[in-house]
């Protein structure tokens, strides 16, 4: 069982100074991760030049992709800026690999929608010419995996150093990327499925965190993202409750289900939002190192 581990998921920005600002925050705050996905929209990051950015004005943070979207991309010119990346972080670069999921996205790029299959079927062969065209740039970074699925799931328990669970899942009959959550048994399938094919391999295991809320009332914290997601996430507050992508509660409360969440999944490296890098920082601060 690994010690906790935390990251930060940093999206937008309004130029370089607010940049530098958030990343030296984060650090200072005691996240060991900065991570960027990979997303197109007005004010999206580029991942690289982000992660490189935060790199250069922060000393202790590893840096990385959560995850970037393999299919958007040529697999050679994709390498080009792995590596690029790993050298320029001298090394703090964590590379984050996923197969897409928002067809809206592959649309305004002009790409091509495939079916999941097909989709994990580039990621696997991209990751083999990835590796290949590294091997003379210093090797690959350190990898994470992240997915919900058979495929992914089973490409990183061959493959990872990081397994990301996204406790998501395609809600059926609305638009791809219309997700619901995993509730706490069907993540208790997940990661037996892994535990199935990763056998006795090292591996971290990271969840990323839907919402965090400070409160005296857990339920009420519940029951209003319930609200919100026309209650669609969950069969009712207290499947909520159970969740492992959510915390609601006093700081103590959340650090007693982040060790009950690595008791029972082995989850010890969390992920959260930048909306909530200042409100989770207390748990940060009392489970860093533990």
Same mark, same amino acid.
């Not at 590294?134 to 970074?141: A, I, T, V, Y």
């Not at 397994?163 to 706490?184: A, E, I, M």
């Not at 490296?269 to 940060?284: D, I, L, N």
């Given at each position: ?6 990251? =930060? ?5 309004? *130029? ?17 991760h ?10 999206? %990051?580029?991942?690289?030049?982000? %992660? ?7 000393e ?8 970037? *979207? =393999?299919p ?15 050298? !320029? ?30 989709? $994990? ?17 210093g090797?690959?970074?350190?990898? %994470? $995996? ?15 150093? $990081? ?27 997940? #990661? ?54 959510? !915390?609601?509660?006093? =700081? ?13 999944y082995?989850f010890?490296?969390?992920? #959260? ?9 207390? #748990? =940060? ?6």
């Amino acid at each position: 069982m690994g010690k906790f581990e935390f990251g =930060v998921s940093l999206r937008l920005t309004a *130029n370089g100074t607010e940049w530098t600002e958030k990343s030296r925050r984060a650090e200072e705050l005691g996240y060991d991760h900065l991570t960027v996905p990979d997303h197109l929209g007005p004010g999206r %990051l580029s991942p690289f030049p982000a %992660l490189t950015a935060a790199a250069a004005v922060t000393e202790r943070v590893r840096v990385g992709t959560l995850v970037s *979207n =393999v299919p958007f991309y040529n697999i050679a010119l994709f390498a080009r800026d792995v590596a690029t990346t790993n050298k !320029l972080t001298e090394g703090r670069f964590e590379l984050g690999l996923g197969s897409g999921h928002m067809k809206h996205e592959f649309d305004d790029a002009g790409l091509p929608w495939r079916k999941a299959a097909d989709r $994990i079927a580039y990621l696997a062969e991209g990751l083999d010419e990835l590796r290949t065209r590294l091997e003379d740039e210093g090797g690959m970074p350190k990898l %994470l $995996i992240a997915g919900n699925s058979d495929g992914v799931l089973k490409l990183a328990a061959e493959q990872a150093d $990081i397994v990301g669970f996204s406790g998501l899942r395609q809600d059926r009959g609305r638009p791809p990327g219309t997700f619901v959550l995993d509730n706490d048994v069907a993540m208790d399938q997940r #990661v037996a499925y892994f535990r199935s094919l990763a056998g006795n391999r090292e591996i971290d295991y990271n969840v990323l965190i839907q919402r965090v809320v400070v409160t005296d009332d857990r339920r009420e914290a519940a029951a209003e993202w319930h609200a919100e997601t026309e209650e669609r996430s969950a069969a009712d507050v207290d499947e909520l409750l159970r969740a492992p992508q959510l !915390l609601f509660g006093t =700081v103590d409360e959340m650090v007693q289900q982040l060790l009950a969440h690595r008791e029972r999944y082995g989850f010890s490296y969390f992920t #959260v939002f930048e909306g909530m890098m200042e409100t989770f920082a207390p #748990v =940060v601060a009392e489970l860093r190192g533990r």
